[in-house]
């Protein structure tokens, strides 16, 4: 595929539960981003990696969320204990490279409902 | 922090007539722009992007945008909509680190 994957596309979760959220970006891409989008909302930057390292996780609401990109490809989402809050839609973004103007291009996202 | 201000959250428009989606940001230097359009159950796309250089900006399926520094504004245009054009569209500004800053978006409606 040419363009960026998200898995699951939904999730229900019940409150307290761990989910993992899987971006697969456009190969060769060196940045990546994730984004909260939550319901009649504007996307809102989580966390941003160029290759494998985490260079900004100033978004990231509280420490029950976590990303990894360990090979500089995949990522993964993490939310720990689960919270109604949580519930939005997760977006992933890839660029090619790290300079400012670049274009970033969006998965389709993964819709999560804690219950 | 910059911000981005879309003041329409919905706006309809007929088939065939033209449209201009408010787009306005605040952010202290020459701003990066972009809009994005989103369909039910799909990811943003990018409709078209300014960094510099002529403040007209073209873009695809028809789409063009003005930056007007004066107004701090990037509005929208089309001059024809077609029914397919119906979506929620996004005005976002780059922020240093390459974060993008999106506004809280403007539902298109067309009526035939």
């Known amino acids: 595929g040419a363009g960026v994957s998200q898995s699951p596309r939904y999730k229900v979760a019940k409150r307290g539960q761990d989910v993992a959220l899987r971006c697969d970006p456009i190969?060769?891409?060196?940045?990546l981003f994730w984004y909260q989008q939550a319901l009649g909302q504007g996307p809102e930057f989580l966390t941003y990696f160029q290759n494998e390292a985490q260079l900004d996780k100033s978004g990231l609401p509280s420490d029950r969320f976590f990303a990894e990109r360990p090979e500089g490809s995949v990522s993964t989402l993490k939310i720990q204990r689960t919270q109604q809050e949580d519930s939005a839609v997760y977006l992933c973004?890839?660029?090619?490279?790290?300079?400012?103007?670049?274009?970033?291009?969006f998965g389709p996202g993964t819709r999560l409902l804690v219950l | 922090a910059q911000s981005v201000t879309q003041p329409d959250i919905h706006i309809t428009v007929s088939e065939g007539a033209s449209l201009e989606l408010r787009c306005n940001y605040s952010?202290?230097?020459?701003?990066?722009l972009f809009w994005y359009v989103q369909s039910p159950g799909q990811g943003l796309q990018l409709l078209l992007k300014y960094f510099s250089g002529d403040t007209l900006v073209q873009g695809i399926k028809g789409f063009e945008a003005e930056f007007k520094r004066s107004q701090s504004s990037f509005n929208l245009r089309k001059p024809s909509v077609h029914w397919s054009d119906a979506a929620e569209y996004f005005c976002?500004?780059?922020?240093?680190?390459?974060?993008?800053?999106f506004g809280a978006g403007t539902i298109l409606r067309v009526k035939s």
């Open positions: 190969s060769g891409h060196v940045s």
């Open positions: 976002a500004v780059m922020e240093y680190g390459n974060k993008l800053v």
């Open positions: 973004a890839s660029s090619l490279g790290p300079r400012l103007q670049e274009t970033q291009y």
């Open positions: 952010y202290g230097a020459t701003p990066y």
